[in-house]
């Protein structure tokens, strides 16, 4: 008998054998029927538990291809998310308040996820802004992998002044005196980024464990169930994953995670994966974690950044020995492995590398992957295909493309990336965002991107030719993702014997307009045929989660992802059909920028929930 049966919804299964369907049932944690409501309803038994959907949309659960679920735990609870923010004003709102109950020692960190492009003001804060709203507290703000913005507070706490020294690949702005003005620039190295924030302080390990159970508890708000982490820089293994680890011991996991492990040492890079191929075999865990094999840095040598406003780095020439090493070490021991790779350039080097390896020693369905690939050739997607690669794409355009118009022009922008020419090659391709730092966490933004072809900005980048259908888009993000952690068949659709993970939307994806896709959250999503996340009238199914620590934490007041209530998108729900395609929102009566009042003295009146610890990227 089935242990939950979820009737009266609206079913995209993804199956083209049965495409739709009214009610779901699941037991042991996999779907035992979906179909017709009558025939699901006879798998119910006395205790099989039932859950009227109100007529909602339910989805296969999201899967994330590419993020940094790891990395974004330990720190979720210490961030201040402006991802979602319509405005500079509410943006600032937020973190004047946060400086207002932050302690010392303690920083005010907004650490990507956003840009300024999806403020109204269309502009960043300025230094001075910065130290009138926080004379005495640090307070550190980073713009994508672009810049980080420090007040006087921050620059003292990290001890920078006239006699600090410009790292390679990095500057400190500097006024006519040569004091530091707070500007820091990655050109194109964010390591100067990364080092100043790590000056600040740590959460402590239990308060470590409580931010990563409320950042997986953020990413099932919006209907992610799966995720495959794609490492980070400064994220060591074993030691940075004990709390990932102790929370699988403790059966305390909401959402099914894949993990690459990344390299952490260059010029030692070889020496990493031969440690760590010794430590674990080849897809070694279970289905709520598993290893995913190498990368996404293999080789530091390899990595070219993904800053649009600075110009291509060129890869220096011991690239390919150095690559050659580690690919023939993973290749040998069966190691699956990905790769950063933005520009083609980069991708035409490391394809002549994989070809070469590949002829001594096949890959053989091996699966190995493409990360990014915003600029990648027809040739080079060709090139992907013959040996049996998948690619791996992000929103990471939604928030760049301004920046890649501005440098390279709208004709170039149009095909980046070309996602319709990898489809149309058959190469697997899956979604995802390279959460927190470079975009934000936001599923539904990605989505956004991909079935509009807009920035958050407003930039048309795309043309029919390279815009997705909303069911390509879903798929990309579902059965397309799961390939990419060799799950491909187990989840992703929602039949018989696939995995019992899928989410109960807040508004119908198929129906909204397409402005209202960004604000859709799931209300009710289920992991392993466990619910894991209820909201409004679905909140009391959830477990309750402890209050975010400390009580200072900024997502115990304003949450994370800056979305629209649930009472809004139900009234979104109640107007879908009166709610064209391309109109304004009759929920706020504009087209979703934030013409509202900051609610800063309501704290609940925010809405929310989180990047990249990547070298790099």
């Known amino acids: 008998m089935a242990e939950l049966i979820i009737r009266n919804a609206r079913i995209t299964t993804l199956d083209p054998r049965k495409p739709d369907a009214e009610a779901i049932a699941v037991a042991n944690g996999v779907v035992v029927a979906v179909g017709d409501e009558a025939s699901v309803m006879a798998k119910a038994g006395s205790q099989t538990r039932i859950i009227d959907a109100g007529g909602r949309r339910l989805v296969p659960g ?335 355009m939604a928030y760049q493309g301004e920046e890649f118009v501005e440098r390279y022009g709208a004709e170039a922008a149009a095909q980046t990336p070309p996602i319709q020419r990898m489809l149309q090659a058959g190469v697997p391709v899956g979604a995802g965002t390279d959460a927190t730092r470079v975009a934000s966490y936001n599923p539904w933004v990605a989505l956004y991107w991909l079935t509009t072809g807009r920035t958050l900005g407003g930039l048309q980048l795309y043309g029919e030719s390279n815009l997705l259908d909303r069911e390509q888009a879903l798929r990309l993000w579902t059965e397309g993702s799961a390939w990419f952690s060799t799950e491909d068949g187990r989840k992703g659709r929602l039949g018989v014997g696939q995995f019992a993970d899928f989410s109960l939307l807040s508004s119908d994806y198929f129906t909204v307009a397409d402005e209202a896709i960004k604000d859709i959250t799931s209300v009710l999503t289920v992991v392993a045929g466990k619910i894991v996340h209820g909201g409004g009238e679905y909140e009391a199914s959830a477990p309750t989660l402890p209050a975010p620590m400390p009580d200072w934490s900024p997502v115990r007041h304003f949450g994370g992802y800056q979305g629209i209530s649930l009472a809004q998108a139900t009234a979104v729900v109640a107007s879908a059909h009166g709610h064209a395609h391309g109109s304004s929102c009759g929920v706020h009566g504009h087209g979703h920028a934030a013409h509202h009042d900051a609610p800063t003295s309501n704290y609940q009146g925010f809405w929310g929930a989180l990047g990249c610890s990547c070298f790099a990227f």
């Open 62 to 396: 999201l899967n994330d291809s590419h993020t940094h679920l790891i990395r974004g735990g330990l720190n979720y609870n210490m961030e201040l998310r402006w991802d979602g923010v319509r405005s500079l004003a509410d943006a600032m709102a937020m973190l004047k308040a946060q400086v207002a109950r932050t302690p010392a020692p303690q920083w005010v960190r907004v650490v990507g996820g956003f840009t300024e492009h999806q403020f109204v003001e269309k502009r960043m804060p300025t230094l001075d802004e910065l130290n009138a709203v926080a004379p005495d507290t640090p307070v550190f703000i980073m713009r994508l992998y672009d810049r980080a913005l420090l007040n006087r507070a921050a620059l003292r706490a990290v001890g920078y002044d006239k006699h600090t020294k410009d790292p390679p690949g990095g500057q400190i702005q500097r006024d006519a005196a040569g004091n530091p003005t707070g500007l820091l620039l990655a050109k194109p190295n964010a390591t100067i980024l990364y080092a100043s924030l790590a000056a600040g302080p740590k959460l402590p390990t239990e308060y470590q464990i409580n931010s990563t159970r409320h950042f997986m508890r953020e990413l099932n708000r919006l209907g992610i169930t799966s995720v495959i982490d794609a490492g980070g820089g400064f994220q060591n293994y074993p030691d940075d994953y004990q709390i990932i680890e102790k929370l699988h011991a403790d059966n305390e996991l909401t959402v099914r995670i894949a993990y690459n492990l990344f390299t952490q040492n260059k010029g030692g890079e070889l020496a990493d994966f031969q440690r760590w191929t010794q430590m674990l075999q080849p897809r070694s865990g279970d289905d709520m974690l598993r290893h995913n094999g190498a990368g996404e840095m293999l080789v530091f040598s390899a990595a070219d950044f993904e800053l649009f406003s600075e110009p291509r780095p060129e890869l220096p020439a011991d690239m390919e020995p150095q690559l050659d090493d580690v690919v023939r070490l993973l290749v040998d021991k069966r190691w699956p492995f990905r790769i950063h790779a933005t520009y083609d350039e980069s991708i035409s080097r490391v394809l002549d590398v994989y070809e070469k390896v590949n002829r001594d020693t096949p890959f053989d369905g091996l699966h190995w992957i493409i990360d990014h690939a915003e600029t990648i050739s027809e040739r080079n997607i060709d090139r992907v295909k013959a040996l049996g690669g998948g690619i791996a794409v992000q929103h990471r």
